[in-house]
């Protein structure tokens, strides 16, 4: 049944490559609409307002002439925490755009979805020395970045929970480690050597039917339930991918909805901490039409299951949540592919200004007074989510 289900699924990996690579020829980049941004403006606590200004007190010297009218004082800007010379230092950005990083197999096999242990050690190494932070897929989603001043965030993501992603290698006397060929053996072990390149991040989206027991993997069945509640105890998310892998835009509303919910409630049964608060869309091939109402609730069999977001396969970075075109379930993905790894870290270093630099502060939002063509006029003030913006 478990050589069925590979064959399914591998068949799904094929499709889907020749449709993401029609979408690249296309250029597979969705726009945002207003009904998914308001929808999910309600999730989030109101903008406030700033803070009052500070009111100089009436001047003690007496005066016989009442006062008829209440000065009404300019608002006070906000002043960054940081100094002239750490804005200078930093250049904060948090308008800027943000890499969400999209791998599959970790192995030799080659192809477009397939990524090998050296390369993804060579990612995460050029990562960490061009100042990029891993921050939860959530964090960004919710944006509720947390990253030292002067560090660009990125999003790690694997999709399909095969065994190379995590495998345990057992001798004969039935110890267990962690394969250091594998994704979570290769993070692991970068985390811990990098303590300040925002250890325990990244998000797995794991097909439920067999996690990281896959393909051909019969051996590891036994530590399915081990390894998800490893990744949860080490600070790493579980997205949702469907139970089937299922092809989203074909399928009716019905299915989606148990193919969503059953892939939440088969997590559980491995944790019952499973989050499951990101869809990882298979394929990226959205419900007909692109509409996300399922995506942002639903009930089924007396139960309420939402996600925060969705993750597209392709093709570029994605807006800051301050962006006016920035949707929560409208996230691309830049594929873990020599060709677009080498295209959007070029990128990356050609390009700094456009790109997200953290102010190292939750509350403020931080945004440079001259920005490029890419990021002028693309500040949304309504989606500050009370923080503080600062201009500099
Ligand atoms: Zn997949």
């Known amino acids: 049944m478990l050589r069925k289900f590979t064959g399914i699924v591998w068949a799904c990996v094929a499709v889907g490559l020749v449709i993401t690579l029609i979408a690249g020829l296309l250029g597979d980049f969705s726009d945002s609409s207003?009904?998914?941004?308001?929808?999910?403006?309600?999730?989030?606590?109101?903008?406030?307002?700033?803070?009052?200004?500070?009111?100089a007190l009436a001047s003690p010297t007496a005066t016989s002439h009442p006062i008829v009218a209440t000065p009404t004082l300019p608002p006070a800007t906000?002043?960054?925490?940081?100094?002239?010379?750490?804005?200078?230092?930093?250049?904060?950005?948090?308008?800027?755009?943000?890499?969400?990083?999209?791998?599959?197999?970790i192995n030799h096999d080659g192809g477009d979805y397939a990524?090998?242990?050296?390369?993804?050690?060579?990612?995460?190494?050029?990562?960490?020395?061009?100042n990029f932070y891993v921050v939860p897929a959530s964090a960004y989603i919710k944006d509720e970045i947390k990253a030292p001043a002067?560090?660009?965030?990125?999003?790690?993501?694997?999709?399909?929970?095969?065994?190379?992603?995590?495998?345990?290698?057992?001798?004969?006397?039935?110890?267990?480690?962690?394969?250091?060929?594998?994704?979570?053996?290769?993070?692991?072990?970068?985390?811990?050597?990098?303590?300040?390149?925002?250890h325990g991040s990244a998000l797995f989206s794991i097909l439920p039917l067999a996690p990281f027991?896959?393909?051909?993997?019969e051996d590891q069945v036994p530590y399915e339930k081990e390894k998800v509640q490893f990744l949860i105890d080490h600070g790493y998310e579980i997205g949702n991918h469907t139970i089937n892998h299922i092809n989203m835009k074909q399928a009716t509303n019905d299915d989606i909805k148990k193919e969503l919910a059953g892939a939440v409630n088969m997590m559980r049964q491995f944790s019952p901490q499973a989050q499951m608060q990101v869809i990882a869309v298979p394929f990226g091939?959205?419900?007909?039409?692109?509409?996300?109402?399922?995506?942002?609730?639903?009930?089924?069999?007396?139960?309420?299951?939402?996600?925060?977001?969705?993750?597209?396969?392709?093709?570029?970075p994605g807006q800051s949540p301050e962006d006016q075109?920035?949707?929560?379930?409208?996230?691309?993905?830049?594929?873990?592919?020599?060709?677009?790894?080498?295209?959007?870290?070029?990128f990356a270093e050609d390009n700094p200004g456009i790109l997200y630099v953290s102010d190292g502060n939750a509350d403020t939002i931080t945004v440079p007074n001259t920005l490029g063509p890419t990021l002028t006029g693309a500040l949304d003030q309504s989606k500050l989510h009370g923080k503080t913006l600062i201009r500099y």
């Open 150 to 198: 002067g560090k660009r965030p990125v999003v790690l993501t694997f999709d399909d929970g095969e065994v190379s992603q995590f495998r345990y290698l057992v001798d004969a006397a039935g110890n267990k480690t962690i394969d250091p060929d594998c994704a979570v053996g290769i993070l692991e072990k970068f985390y811990a050597d990098h303590p300040d390149f925002g």
């Open 34 to 55: 207003d009904a998914h941004n308001s929808a999910r403006a309600a999730d989030f606590t109101p903008a406030t307002t700033l803070a009052s200004p500070t009111v």
């Open 285 to 316: 091939e959205y419900p007909l039409h692109g509409d996300t109402t399922l995506f942002e609730g639903f009930d089924y069999e007396g139960q309420h299951y939402a996600s925060i977001g969705a993750l597209m396969v392709g093709a570029n």
């Open 78 to 105: 906000p002043v960054s925490t940081l100094t002239p010379g750490e804005l200078a230092q930093y250049k904060p950005n948090e308008l800027g755009w943000i890499m969400v990083l999209m791998y599959h197999a």
């Open 115 to 130: 990524t090998t242990p050296d390369e993804l050690r060579a990612d995460l190494q050029w990562l960490y020395e061009h």
């Open 325 to 346: 075109d920035f949707d929560p379930y409208w996230i691309p993905r830049i594929r873990g592919s020599r060709d677009q790894i080498d295209k959007w870290f070029s």
């Open 213 to 217: 027991a896959w393909p051909d993997a």
